[in-house]
Structures are given as structure tokens and as C-alpha cells.
């Protein structure tokens, strides 16, 4: 199963907000043996968040959807969703009491909107001012606000997803590679990704430093030791000279 993320809203794309979620995601997939493969950022278009939400909803991933999910009419996530999955919008009777005991009356007639889900869905108990984000097919409908929708994205790994996680220990080395042509290696790369299908190997060429190329080899850490080991034999048997570089924290996923 693949991972994703929708990250919705025009606030994100015109850099009125800098999205934070991404890294967020990053880190809490790590500390479960888990990695992000796609995210996607989507305005408050109606149009390109049913469009979305149908792609990803036919491709089975895992999908965790940031924001959109409040009262106020450029909140369209709720409606899109429902639409893209084919279903009918509906006051979901559980969301309701919820509402209503954390609002009372004020809670009528706006706030009440946001219990107005996709018919079928589950809900995603919010910590802070209870009210819910919902489920439906693999995807986590969330709010925008990082201290609400990141506990609800922890809560929804532990509850729904705690067989995914294998907590095993995944490293990245980095091999600096000089005086040395990256198109010349493309053959002995393809050799190395069929020979360890279960690594995934990156390839950076320097932008200042002419014929240095870093590459990346990263995933499971016996895997990636030995993996590692087989292209060190191969670049010295080229005559390739090379160095290891320490990983930097800002290359961890989740690290501060």
C-alpha cells in the first residue's frame, strides 16, 4: 500500500501559509518503519478537488487529506469528497452530539455544517475541540491545523493502520563519488536496482563541483549494508574514487 497526502487550500499555494504537514507526515511514517510516496498540494477549487479525490480514491492507496473540512464556503473538502466517491452528504448522527455538546446552542445554524459528512464514513475523534475529521475508503479527512489534525493522523495510524507498521530500522548511506561522469554509472546503477529491487538508490549530481556525484542508497539497514558493500566493490573495480558522508539532520525524516 502506497502513502499519500492531500494538502488542500489556496493558502498553501499563493505562500500565505507554509504547509508544514508534509514533514510532520514524513516523520511520524519513519518512527512506524512506514515512508511517504506521493503528496499532492490542491486550492480550493471545486472542480480540482473532485478531479483529485477521484484519482486517488481509484488508486487504493492510503491517503491522509489536510484541511477543507471547517463551515466556511472555501472549506469544500467535506462536499468534494462525497461527490468523488459517489455518495450522498448527510448529517452524520455521532458528529451531530458532538457538535451540539461541545457548542450547545451556538452550535446552530453554521457550525453544524461540519457534521455534514460522506454517507458511510467513520470519524476521527478530535482532541482538542471535538470535532471530528471522517474516514472513507483509506482516506483521513483532517483539519488544516497542525495541533488538531496531527494527533488525529497518529490516532488513525495506531487504530486502522498498527499492522502496517514494522518498526524496523531504515538508514540512508551517501557515497560521494569524484572525478566521475553519471552517465558513464546509469548501467551500473540499473545493475545495482535489479540486484537489490528492495533498496531505493538516488543519484545527485553536484551543481558547483564538476564530476562529484552523491548517491543515496536507502532502506531496510541490512539491505542497505549490503547493498552499500556490492557498489563499493564495483566503483573500485572502475577505478572510481569515493568517500562516505554522513547523513545531516535535515535529511532525517522527522527530525527537528
Not at 30 to 49: I, S, T, Y
Not at 166 to 186: G, K, W
Request: one cysteine or more.
Amino acid at each position: 500500500m502506497h502513502i499519500g497526502a492531500l494538502i488542500i487550500g489556496d493558502e498553501i499555494l499563493s505562500g500565505k501559509r507554509l504547509d508544514r504537514h508534509q514533514t510532520f507526515l514524513m516523520g511520524t511514517l519513519a518512527r512506524r518503519g512506514l515512508q511517504l510516496d506521493w503528496v499532492r498540494l490542491v486550492g480550493d477549487d471545486e472542480d480540482l478537488l473532485v478531479r483529485s479525490f477521484r484519482e486517488t480514491l481509484s488508486g487504493g492507496d492510503l491517503v491522509f487529506c489536510f484541511g477543507g473540512i471547517g463551515a466556511t464556503p472555501d472549506d469544500l473538502t467535506r462536499p468534494c469528497f462525497a461527490r468523488a466517491a459517489g455518495v450522498e452528504l448527510a448529517h452524520h448522527p455521532e458528529a451531530v452530539a458532538l457538535i451540539e455538546k461541545r457548542f450547545g446552542e451556538s452550535a446552530y445554524p453554521n457550525r453544524i455544517r461540519m457534521a455534514e459528512l460522506p454517507l458511510g464514513c467513520a470519524l476521527i475523534p478530535n482532541p482538542v475541540n471535538q470535532v471530528p475529521g471522517f474516514s472513507l475508503r483509506d482516506h483521513h479527512c483532517v483539519p488544516g491545523f497542525p495541533n488538531m489534525a496531527w494527533p488525529m493522523v497518529e490516532w488513525v495510524l495506531d487504530t486502522h493502520y498498527a499492522h502496517l507498521a514494522s518498526y524496523v530500522v531504515r538508514v540512508e548511506h551517501l557515497l560521494v563519488l569524484h572525478d566521475a561522469a553519471e552517465s558513464e554509472l546509469v548501467p551500473l546503477m540499473e545493475v545495482m536496482v535489479e540486484r537489490f529491487p528492495d533498496v531505493r538508490l538516488s543519484s545527485l549530481p553536484s551543481s558547483r563541483i564538476p564530476r562529484q556525484i552523491e548517491l543515496g542508497i536507502r532502506g531496510v539497514e541490512a539491505r542497505v549494508a549490503a547493498a552499500t558493500q556490492w557498489l563499493e566493490r564495483e566503483l573500485s573495480m572502475r577505478h572510481v574514487r569515493w568517500e562516505h558522508r554522513e547523513v545531516s539532520g535535515d535529511d532525517v525524516p522527522g527530525s527537528a
